[in-house]
């Protein structure tokens, strides 16, 4: 699986990228949704599926809900 590092800023008065080590996508918070609908996604929905409950079951019980 591939993965490509991605920061979103928002609301940042100035921002200077230099360089980043691997790059990094930089996007300003209105660039977010356009980027993001325009991915192909690497995940088939079976496996996004079985990542989404690994993850779940690592959060910790909410003390909140019986």
């Not at 990228?17 to 990094?24: E, G, L, N, Q």
């Not at 079985?50 to 959060?59: D, Q, S």
Request: net charge negative; glycine share 4%.
């Amino acid at each position: 699986m591939s993965v490509r590092s991605m920061l979103s800023v928002v609301d940042a008065a100035k921002l200077t990228v230099k360089s980043a080590d691997p790059p990094v996508l930089v996007l300003e918070d209105e660039q977010l949704d356009g980027m993001l609908s325009g991915l192909t996604p690497t995940l088939s929905t079976d496996q996004y599926e079985r990542e989404a409950v690994a993850l779940l079951a690592e959060l910790p019980e909410d003390p909140l809900i019986d």
